[in-house]
């Protein structure tokens, strides 16, 4: 008889233990496929971040191209040319990076926006020379002698005014910097945890620059879920000859000084884990962006 119980019992461990062993691996296939799909995201983000800074870099090593037809300054020249081979090389260097390698992409990252201002400053030095040579066209236009050269060099700078509109636009851009986006619990605290999130913060730096246009700007920030998803009111606002939908919009009196920003999303529905994603907009751009995950 104690033979037979203790079979029974040595049967009920095993089967027991078998359970175990199966509801283990049954939580580490999940926990693993969970990992896979965070991964897929991720690499996603990253390979739009990349492929949106190639194309930048494709812009501005064009534009420098441009920019060196319309310039006579040798000196000028000389330093165009270079800024150009600068862009070419970096561009090189980003085509080369792997989309995981984080640290070097930030790296590039910050190269493009120094290229961005150092074209700012090309293109009003090249203003600024325009001007200078109306200047002296206006000085000598009681010369009936050089007046025919005057009237054609007034037409040529017309047309490089025109061509350089362009490029102005683009040294007009708004920048986002210092951009930060995380959740908030009922008490006001940063969380991680999406059953504890009561709001989201948002909080940026639109940069300084001197070539914008002043006045009012209206700031959109489209808030994406894990499964990209848009967080709205309904609004809607133009990007490149389409409309998207955006969470929140926010109005401020640009100077042309860096000015912070900080807006906020209530979070008035159940929310998943994963990886969310804030992209800022201004004047029809993407100024910024950035990621931030909860549990």
Do not use: C
Request: charge should be negative; proline fraction near 1%.
């Amino acid at each position: 008889m104690n033979k037979k119980l203790t079979l029974t019992a040595v049967a009920v461990i095993v089967l027991l233990a078998l359970g175990a062993l199966i509801a283990y691996l049954a939580k580490q296939t999940i926990d693993a496929k969970a990992a896979e799909q965070h991964m897929k995201e991720l690499q996603e983000l990253a390979e739009m971040d990349k492929l949106e800074m190639q194309n930048e870099y494709e812009d501005f090593a064009k534009q420098y191209g441009e920019l060196q037809m319309q310039v006579t300054n040798d000196s000028l020249l000389a330093q165009l040319e270079k800024e150009q081979k600068r862009a070419e090389a970096l561009l090189a260097e980003l085509r080369k990076t792997k989309d995981d390698d984080a640290a070097e992409i930030l790296r590039l990252k910050k190269e493009l926006a120094t290229l961005r201002e150092i074209l700012r400053n090309y293109v009003m030095q090249i203003d600024s020379l325009n001007h200078l040579n109306q200047a002296l066209t206006s000085e000598n236009e009681n010369l009936r002698s050089e007046n025919q050269q005057a009237q054609e060099h007034i037409s040529s700078l017309t047309t490089e005014r025109e061509s350089l509109t362009e490029k102005v636009a683009i040294a007009s851009q708004l920048d986002a910097t210092g951009i930060s986006a995380f959740a908030k619990n009922k008490k006001g605290k940063a969380t991680t945890k999406s059953k504890d999130a009561k709001k989201f913060q948002i909080s940026f730096s639109v940069a300084r620059n001197v070539t914008a246009q002043t006045g009012m700007k209206s700031i959109y920030v489209r808030i994406l879920t894990p499964t990209n998803q848009t967080l709205t009111h309904g609004g809607t606002f133009p990007y490149e000859n389409r409309t998207l939908e955006y969470s929140i919009r926010k109005d401020i009196e640009y100077t042309g000084e860096e000015q912070a920003v900080t807006v906020y999303w209530d979070v008035n529905s159940t929310l998943m884990g994963g990886t969310y994603r804030a992209d800022i907009f201004a004047d029809g751009n993407r100024i910024g962006g950035t990621t931030f995950s909860l549990e």
